[in-house]
């Protein structure tokens, strides 16, 4: 930590609470309340994912408006963060994570029993809002549940654990619930449904079993900066879309509300800066940002989780479209990344204590890139005449692809280098923030993860949608001239197999399907470059030592 920083020894946060008498077991027991609910907000990200086809034929939802079940979750989670935090600082952070739980699961309930898309998309919306109010006060309560040093680093290597892992957990679990039916109480209730309302016992069992095992924080009511809350609100829920809208192909960077949402961010947050600087209790209080170590986590953890949710995105399409797995065994196909990841932050807990954060996770993201890397030399046969062969004889164009070769290693080594990126990181980011802004400090956390992950999905959708474009350019002629010399009868199995209702758009899914592989790769390969920039700034600036994490209360000194 830099010289101009003195850390107040004998400060205590005034709501740190630890009960010794009660022992590990009860400590334990807090830890699985606290990484239950984090996983399964996190999941939630990612579960539908592979059931929005069905969820689409059930509710007669279009294309374009299947992808809000996703990105509706995340507008309202990354939007509105930063409140959330805040209010688990001001009204007591066991009581918020209670509320959001509580909110969760009901919000999840209402999706899973949705009869319409209207009711969905606001059950997703209120899913996002109990997110963004249980999130950050999960990781706030680590720091007033457990003892700086080694048992809150174990804590916070679960935590970051269950972060990473989350979305991994989530393609497996909609996987295999997508594709099975279930009946309860006598009807029958669609796989698609179950991953919404397996998150209703979950989430109203954890909010019921908080006020045993966490304690309560101080409260600090009536000092909510509301202007604040409007316009940094406002601003993150329009920069979010805007981002979240310009990934999307079908509209893009140039689509008049990609452009307008974004400016209008910028204005919002700008306003909330002014209004920030100006406010005796702000929502976000910038001495957060003072520590040189801080600021460079919170860049950090924007940079780095928008590579590895690439991979997600872009690696399940390929394993299903392209490799030909079912949506459960495409699930499946990300298992070595939650046991990898797991073992990872399970091993970096300890090393924590006696090597400095900036090796861990400065080697984590090397690491990391390698495995990007490996994924950006992943290569089908897409040439016209090797495209049409696959279509034309039911094979797939990826079936040369072995996923225990060319896939499983990378995975792996995903898995293992952001596990040594996500648990020091998410130290050095809550280390020794006074204990009244514990809150609002892992909202900002979890606040770069959305963003950055929102940027990320955003650059590379976009550099991959200009690679497979300009490669159907090239191929699409050749494919509808083959496609148009076929039988006629295996001509119509395409189109039944493929959803289509001629044989010009037939020519498109085929084409795309032959181009997807090469726009894939190069979203990996500029992945790799994002990996590394991060990588860049940890080594720079990520400067505490391993002797200050076990060190506890807020500093004494702030940077001025």
């Known amino acids: 930590m830099s010289d101009n920083i003195r850390i107040d020894d004998a400060a205590a946060p005034d709501d740190f609470v630890v009960e010794q008498s009660k022992g590990a077991p009860r400590l334990g027991l807090a830890l699985v309340l606290i990484t239950v609910a984090q996983l399964m907000v996190v999941l939630d990200a990612t579960i539908a994912n592979i059931a929005l086809p069905f969820i689409g034929k059930d509710l007669d939802i279009s294309g374009i408006n299947l992808t809000w079940i996703v990105t509706g979750y995340t507008l309202v989670f990354g939007g509105l963060l930063l409140l959330g935090g805040r209010l688990a600082d001001l009204y007591g952070r066991r009581r918020i994570f209670m509320i959001g739980l509580v909110v969760f699961a009901v919000a999840s309930m209402l999706g899973g029993l949705a009869q319409s898309e209207t009711l969905l998309l606001g059950a997703r919306g209120l899913q996002g809002l109990g997110a963004a109010l249980a999130s950050p006060a999960a990781l706030a309560l680590i720091t007033t549940t457990f003892p700086a040093g080694p048992a809150r680093n174990r804590a916070f290597a679960v935590y970051a654990a269950m972060s990473g892992a989350g979305a991994a957990v989530g393609l497996i679990l909609g996987g295999w619930l997508t594709g099975s039916d279930f009946t309860i ?40 900066d509301v202007p604040g809350a409007i316009t940094g609100t406002g601003g993150l829920l329009a920069i979010v879309f805007g981002l979240t809208h310009a990934g999307n192909p079908s509209y893009g960077w140039g689509d008049p509300w990609t452009i307008t949402s974004l400016v209008a961010g910028v204005i919002l947050l700008a306003l909330f800066v002014a209004v920030e600087s100006r406010v005796e209790h702000p929502l976000l209080p910038f001495r957060i940002f003072a520590n040189r170590t801080r600021a460079a986590s919170f860049v950090a953890m924007a940079l780095l989780p928008a590579a590895m949710f690439s991979m997600f995105f872009f690696l399940s399409l390929f ?242």
Do not use: C
């Open 185 to 224: 109480f006598g009807a029958d209730v669609h796989g698609w449904r179950m991953t919404f309302l397996i998150n209703v016992p979950i989430g109203i069992v954890t909010a019921l079993l908080a006020p045993r095992f966490l304690p309560e924080s101080e409260t600090h009511p009536g000092q909510l």
């Open 319 to 560: 394993i299903q479209n392209v490799m030909g797995y079912s949506p459960l065994k495409t699930g499946v196909a990300f298992l070595p990344f939650s046991a990898g990841i797991i073992i990872s932050a399970t091993i970096v807990s300890n090393l924590v204590n006696r090597i400095d954060a900036r090796y861990i996770a400065g080697t984590g993201t090397l690491v990391a890139a390698t495995a990007l890397f490996g994924f950006s030399r992943l290569s089908v046969p897409d040439s016209e005449s090797s495209v049409l062969q696959a279509v034309l004889s039911g094979q797939h164009l990826g079936a040369d692809v072995s996923y225990w070769t060319h896939v499983f290693p990378f995975v792996v080594l995903m898995a293992l280098g952001m596990g040594a990126v996500f648990v020091p990181l998410t130290l050095t980011a809550v280390h020794h923030v006074r204990s009244e802004d514990s809150g609002i400090g892992s909202g900002v956390l979890n606040t770069m993860q959305q963003v950055g992950g929102a940027l990320g999905l955003a650059i590379l959708s976009t550099v991959a949608s200009h690679f497979t474009t300009s490669r159907i350019e090239e191929t699409a002629p050749a494919i509808g001239r083959g496609l148009q010399g076929a039988d006629p009868g295996v001509i119509q199995q395409l189109m039944d197999a493929f959803g289509v209702g001629s044989v010009q758009e037939l020519v498109g899914q085929v084409s795309y399907l032959g181009a997807f592989t090469e726009g894939a790769t190069a979203a990996f390969l500029v992945g790799v470059f994002l990996m590394l920039a991060g990588s860049a700034v940890v080594w720079a600036f990520l400067d505490v030592k391993h002797e200050e994490l076990a060190t506890d209360g807020p500093e004494g000194v702030h940077v001025g």
